[in-house]
């Protein structure tokens, strides 16, 4: 009987993929067995193949991802009668954890029906349920995850132990007699009773409640009740920054506009936070001066419960004090969020680490945040980096996220935050120390921003310090566009790209602050070519916490300093222009970020403080209408100058057609210095990276300057700091290489 | 009389006449009694004292401008050296000055510095009782440098050291912080601003002798001056092995101060000081160690700003006015910007 082997690369381990192929297979009377090793799945199979091989790939289960199914004729006399699952063996097996994935429609419809997981809160299967945010350590099985403390029952046990269920090796199985427990409480004690019908109840009389969730806790309370919205805001202190929303679908379309991307983006086991247009049905005290909403899908049981029970949106915003992360454990939410929740709806599954919710754009697709649902998924890297060397890459200070490579493939962390923050250091350890599990991996190099006072820059340095290997300090811009060739396959060998990069700031090579530049690069190496005129940044970090800095400095060189005065009355602009002049703590910087604030300043958006990060650009972004008149930048020796557009203000312009000015100018200047780069024949694409190409206006703007390019921009990886780890490793890796 | 209303030539370094007047009458009739010699012979009883210590530093002074409000750059000279000895748990005794004179030095300057170098020794209680000058040509330095050395003696049994502190001691400092950098960044002549700050430039011989006495299982001491508070605590969290937190509304800081760092984009955590120190006592002597403080001018400020901890050894956090922990560093340089 002819016999083959084949191989299944992808996400297919602890996806359910090997009891699918045990029912493919005996559907199909053929015999043989399956088994999960390092490289994935492996089928040893005899018989009439037929349709088997591409069924493989069609019908795999919800969360696997197949790369490739290799067939090849075997010899394979020891196959047993009929098809059976080999329990895995080797080292190195079963080490993959997929992402954590919503729940599926089968346990949805289990909790709304009538069987023995009515309504239970932590109902899952192979294709649903938590993952990633219970593993405490490998290889993934439930003794080690935080279900461990939680004995299956006999039912559970033989769903778990039969290949033919949904459940069969579902880690986290649970029933109501085995599972998981939930209830509410409130001034220390629980509440006796059904704690969804409290809680939503609760919620219904304008209660705010901490709600354990997958990755952390949320502070949940009524979207349609202003007073809750204002108390929410005024007792967590943050007077403006968008709240997320979560909402069933039914009730999606009364609140944003759902385009059938959008609609995709929610749906996705990841179950990401996606921005949409406004509808204007909710307070606008929402998101102020936001012409979008960020809206998600519940993703757990307790989320569908809930929101069935309630009825309507909730505000679903992270459980955190100010600047802090996200609050996961049960005592640290009673302490932390007591000032602002009246009452917890808790459990007793315990979450191994903090996962944010993702946040998503799709017109154009882009990753805001990379977190829940989409880590430790990995990502093939580029032809040619095939045998790079195994490399750690650290990221940024502020939107922290490291990146393993190994074997062709990136495997990049989720957002952490910012790493002075006490949790966030800690959390960065623990990922440092989870993803090299994961990935097995043993770095030959590490790889850091230039920066010297990033704390992953120093944990870099000590980290090659002891293992003895080399530091690599790749200059934060350059780290942006290979993330982006990196995302878009880009070969290592594939020439030069011009890469615009659109970014807060970064340390540049000639120790002045970068962030609005026109590269000409590859992996190795680039160059210069065009960059935003530089201003100084008065106060340093200062300057992007109060937008006027930077809107008197962009004034006063455009000649317009009367104008400054008249628009920042109550700032000390006096000394501020003395530090400029004399360069005290006043570095000079190309930041296309700050340009975007010093034009909201001008235009009275939040000018002397704003109260979270991106802020101004934010609310700049909604105000900007599709008219009037687009200013040329000139671009001298490189420098391309803004003064045009406050020379638009100060003749009065409209502040919607003021803000429109500002992202199509800056689009149409950086892309015709691109387009002269490939027309000369010195580029081969054009790429777009870094932080403000988070802005849909501008992205969009730029690629439509640009149609008739080749243009590589990312829409899976953040184009923020998000995907700075991925470039660092990237360049570290073409780097060592050509030494 | 002679070198009234001159200036500092290169003669008055050459080794002749014109030098020794420069000297005679500039340095040592000042710092007379008892008079300042080229080596200086000393004797003290204390050290004689079994398991008594010779206590022994150097420090090289440079600030622009060397006057400003609240001292000058001989002020800053002696109380430094004083200081260093002082939280090392010597009782300082004798200093020697050196002068790095930049040809064109106005002599009345260098009166007034030496002037003030005369009065801090003698409140602090030193000796200023060997020196040395150079002249150099124009732009070799900038005005005046001044580096002095110090000797003290630290009593038998008496063990300070940053190794020394453990998990549950806390911290005290004797004021406000930041007064002494804040004042020089308004003072540069380049930098045309109006500020009531005064630098906190003080000798604390004797506040650390009284903290002593009261707290006498005081742990260690740190006088704070470039890096400020922040890097003083980062090197004790380092050398002890354990944490520190200190809280953020308890940090002693002038409006003024926080107004100045908040325009220039500066954390006053690191603004440096030339009169405050930290000090590391058992918990059980906080109060005794406080009032000690408090009862002496240059310690009217102090409070309690943190303690160490057995978590996140060698690291030094701040709770925050909202309840969170950030993690305040060590920096390599100048404060750089760092958001992207
Ligand atoms: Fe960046
Ligand atoms: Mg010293
Ligand atoms: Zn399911
Ligand atoms: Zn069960």
Request: hydrophobic share 45%; net charge negative; proline share 6%.
């Amino acid at each position: 009987m002819q016999a083959w082997r084949i191989r299944v690369r992808g996400q297919v381990q602890g996806v359910g993929f090997r009891p699918f192929v045990w029912q493919l297979a005996r559907a199909r009377g053929l015999r043989g067995v399956v088994l999960n090793d390092a490289e994935g799945v492996l089928i040893r199979v005899a018989g009439d193949l037929g349709d088997f091989a591409a069924a493989l790939r069609d019908q795999a289960p919800p969360l696997a991802r197949v790369d490739a199914v290799e067939v090849t004729a075997a010899v394979c006399d020891d196959l047993p009668e009929g098809f059976q699952i080999a329990a895995s063996g080797a080292a190195g097996a079963e080490t993959r954890v997929t992402p954590d994935a919503a729940t599926c429609p089968d346990c949805l419809a289990e909790i709304r029906g009538e069987g023995r997981r009515r309504g239970y809160a932590f109902t899952n299967c192979t294709h649903c349920g938590p993952r990633f945010s219970i593993l405490q350590s490998l290889p993934y099985d439930r003794a080690r995850t935080t279900m461990a403390p939680f004995a299956m029952c006999p039912a559970c046990r033989a769903e778990y132990e039969d290949p033919a269920d949904r459940r069969f090796h579902a880690q986290p199985i649970a029933c109501p007699d085995c599972g998981p427990r939930l209830w509410l409480e409130a001034g220390g004690a629980e509440l006796p009773g059904d704690a969804i019908g409290l809680a939503a109840a609760r919620l219904k009389a304008g209660e705010i409640l901490a709600v354990k969730g997958l990755g952390g806790f949320h502070l949940a309370c009524d979207a349609t009740n202003a007073d809750a919205v204002d108390l929410l805001r005024a007792r967590k202190r943050r007077p403006a920054k968008p709240f997320a929303l979560m909402a069933r679908e039914e009730d999606l379309a009364r609140i944003v506009a759902v385009s059938p991307a959008a609609l995709a983006a929610l749906r996705d086991p990841a179950a990401p936070i996606v921005l949409m247009p406004a509808r204007g049905s909710l307070p606008e005290t929402l998101a102020p001066g936001m012409a979008e909403l960020g809206v998600m899908l519940p993703y757990t049981p307790l989320h569908h419960l809930l929101l069935d029970a309630f009825g309507g949106v909730l505000v679903m915003t992270s459980g955190n004090l100010s600047g802090a992360p996200q609050v996961i454990g049960n005592d640290e939410a009673r302490e932390k969020l007591s000032a602002f929740a009246d009452a917890f709806l808790m459990h007793d599954r315990a979450i191994a680490r903090r996962l944010d919710d993702s946040v998503v754009r799709v017109d154009p697709p882009m990753v805001l945040r990379r977190a829940r649902g989409q880590v430790p998924g990995t990502l093939p890297l580029p032809p040619g980096f095939e045998t790079a060397p195994q490399i750690v890459a650290y990221g940024g200070q502020m939107k922290a996220a490291l990146c393993l490579i190994k074997t062709g493939q990136a495997l990049l962390g989720h957002h952490l935050g910012e790493l002075d923050e006490a949790l966030t250091w800690e959390a960065f350890l623990q990922a440092d120390a989870d993803y090299a599990a994961l990935f097995d991996h043993r770095p030959q190099a590490v790889a850091v921003d230039l920066h010297p006072d990033f704390r992953a820059s120093r944990h870099g340095a000590a980290r090659a310090g002891r293992l003895g290997v080399p530091l690599i300090a790749v200059q934060h811009h350059h780290a942006h566009l290979a993330a982006c060739l990196g995302e878009n396959l880009w070969p290592k060998d594939g020439g030069k790209v011009a890469v615009i990069v659109l970014d807060g700031l970064g340390l540049g090579p000639d120790g002045t602050v970068w962030g609005g530049e026109l590269l000409l690069g590859d992996y190795k190496g680039f160059e210069r070519v065009a960059w935003l005129k530089p201003a100084p940044l008065i106060g340093g970090d200062r300057a992007q916490i109060e937008p006027w800095r930077n809107a008197l400095v962009r004034l006063d060189a455009a000649g317009l300093s009367d104008l400054a005065d008249r628009l920042f009355p109550a700032a000390p602009r006096d000394l501020a222009r003395q530090l400029a002049a004399k360069g005290i703590n006043a570095p000079l910087s190309s930041s296309a970020g700050r340009l975007f604030d010093a034009v909201a300043a001008c235009l009275g958006i939040c000018p002397m403080r704003q109260s979270y990060e991106g802020e101004a650009a934010m609310r700049l972004e909604s105000l900007a209408a599709d008219t009037g008149p687009v200013p040329d930048l000139p671009c001298v020796g490189g420098a391309i100058d803004p003064a045009p557009l406050f020379q638009l203000l100060a003749a009065g312009e409209r502040p919607d057609r003021v803000a429109h000015a500002l992202h199509a100018s800056l689009a149409q200047a950086f892309a015709a210095e691109a387009r002269r780069l490939i027309e000369a024949g010195q580029a081969e694409a054009v790429a777009l990276t870094g932080g403000c190409f988070q802005n849909s206006r501008l992205a969009t703007m730029t690629r439509n300057f640009l149609a008739d390019q080749g243009i590589l921009t990312q829409g899976r990886i953040p184009a923020n700091d998000g995907g700075l780890a991925l470039g660092q490793a990237l360049v570290a890796a073409a780097k060592l290489e050509s030494n | 009389m002679a070198l009234r209303d001159e200036r500092v030539t290169l003669a008055h370094g050459g080794g002749g006449k014109a030098m020794r007047d420069l000297i005679e009458e500039v340095f040592t009739s000042v710092f007379q009694p008892p008079g300042m010699e080229d080596q200086a012979r000393l004797t003290e009883a204390a050290l004689a004292e079994p398991g008594a210590r010779l206590a022994f530093t150097t420090d090289s002074y440079v600030v622009t401008p060397v006057e400003f409000p609240g001292g000058d750059i001989g002020k800053i000279a002696v109380c430094g050296t004083v200081n260093d000895l002082a939280v090392g748990g010597a009782r300082p005794l004798w200093l020697s000055a050196a002068f790095i004179l930049e040809e064109g030095t106005e002599v009345a300057l260098l009166r007034r510095i030496v002037a003030t170098m005369a009065r801090e020794a003698e409140a602090a209680g030193v000796r200023i009782v060997t020196g040395d000058t150079k002249v150099v040509g124009r732009g070799a330095c900038d005005g005046v440098f001044v580096t002095t050395s110090g000797v003290g003696v630290i009593p038998p049994g008496r063990e300070m050291a940053a190794g020394r502190v453990r998990p549950g001691d806390v911290a005290i400092v004797n004021g406000v912080l930041g007064d002494h950098g804040a004042t020089i960044l308004a003072a540069r002549g380049d930098l045309a601003l109006t500020s009531d700050i005064e630098s906190d430039c003080a000798a604390l011989g004797h506040l650390m002798a009284d903290v002593i006495a009261a707290a006498p299982g005081i742990r260690a001491a740190r006088d704070l001056t470039r890096g400020g508070l922040a890097s003083a605590l980062n090197e004790i969290a380092q050398t002890a092995g354990c944490g520190l937190v200190i809280e953020e509304t308890a940090l002693p800081l002038r409006p003024e101060v926080v107004g100045l760092c908040e325009i220039l984009g500066l954390d006053p955590l690191y603004l440096a000081n030339e009169g405050r120190l930290v000090v590391f006592v058992p918990e059980a002597e906080a109060a005794a160690a406080l009032a000690a403080m408090r009862a002496r001018p240059e310690g009217a400020g102090a409070c309690v700003v943190g303690r160490a901890v057995a978590e996140h050894a060698g690291q030094v956090r701040m709770r925050t006015a909202f309840g969170g922990a950030r993690i305040v560093d060590m920096l390599v340089g100048e404060q750089l910007p760092r958001i992207c």
